[in-house]
């Protein structure tokens, strides 16, 4: 079943998106297994990123092989665990978050990779910069020693109006392409999960995060009940 699916998944990539731009496809591991994960590897997967830090720590030691992302809401307290360990942080949301990164990374005689999260949809659930000022946020990143930004992440609203998401897209990738324009280090727009990915890459998006799409629905474990 994973195998199956990572296989499809990577033929259905293997065109790369409406810009023939190759595609990395990020599986999303939380509350998966080591062995399930390794399943993934061994069928073609070659990144893999975890939600929460605590699961980063325990899992992944455990797991053969994968370039390995952090893409959840991250504490500064929990910063240190991911310093060196992470090749890419996906989730820098807010100024103070990269404070902490740059001086962990420095203090560790590192640069970390990060990737500028957006709160397309401005939505109150979601973290990340507001569109409107994300270039801005970019722009003040980028002269952060320590971090080094490698593109933009955003998690879309949950809708099932095409025309609103690909209007997001449309902006994300305009967001993207005006970095690019100065930066070459900038390589990757990462958009789409398992609801939404096929419009993400009609839109532009180069890289995608799958749970579902990969290992099946989530099983959240059930509070005991006494
Ligand atoms: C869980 C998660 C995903 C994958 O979600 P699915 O809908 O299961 O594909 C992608 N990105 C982030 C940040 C996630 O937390």
Not at 15 to 22: A, S
Not at 88 to 107: T, Y
Not at 163 to 173: E, H, P, V
Not at 176 to 197: C, K, V
Request: hydrophobic content about 40%; overall charge neutral; aromatic content about 6%.
């Amino acid at each position: 079943m994973i195998e199956e699916n990572v296989r499809s998944l990577l033929r259905q990539l293997s065109g790369g998106n409406c810009f023939r731009e190759p595609v990395t496809l990020v599986a999303a591991t939380k509350t998966r297994t080591p062995e399930e994960i390794d399943r993934a590897i061994a069928a073609g997967i070659t990144d893999i990123g975890e939600n929460r830090v605590q699961e980063f720590r325990d899992k992944f030691p455990l797991v053969h092989g994968g370039t390995r992302h952090f893409i959840g809401r991250l504490q500064l307290n929990k910063v240190k665990y991911l310093i060196g360990k992470a090749a890419l942080i996906q989730s820098l949301d807010r100024d103070e978050l990269a404070e902490e990164i740059a001086k962990r990374s420095l203090r560790a005689g590192l640069v970390s990779d990060v990737l500028v999260e957006v709160n397309a949809g401005g939505e109150e659930s979601k973290g990340g910069y507001a569109l409107p000022h994300a270039f801005a946020a970019y722009e003040r990143l980028r002269e952060t020693p320590g971090l080094r930004v490698r593109g933009f992440m955003a998690m879309l609203p949950d809708s099932s109006d095409t025309a609103l998401l690909g209007g997001l897209c449309d902006r994300m990738r305009a967001l993207y392409e005006r970095a690019r324009a100065e930066d070459d280090g900038i390589r990757y727009l990462s958009m789409g999960m398992s609801g939404d990915w096929q419009l993400c890459l009609a839109h532009g998006s180069n890289m995608i995060r799958l749970g579902t799409a990969i290992f099946g629905a989530r099983n959240y474990p059930q509070t005991p009940t006494l």
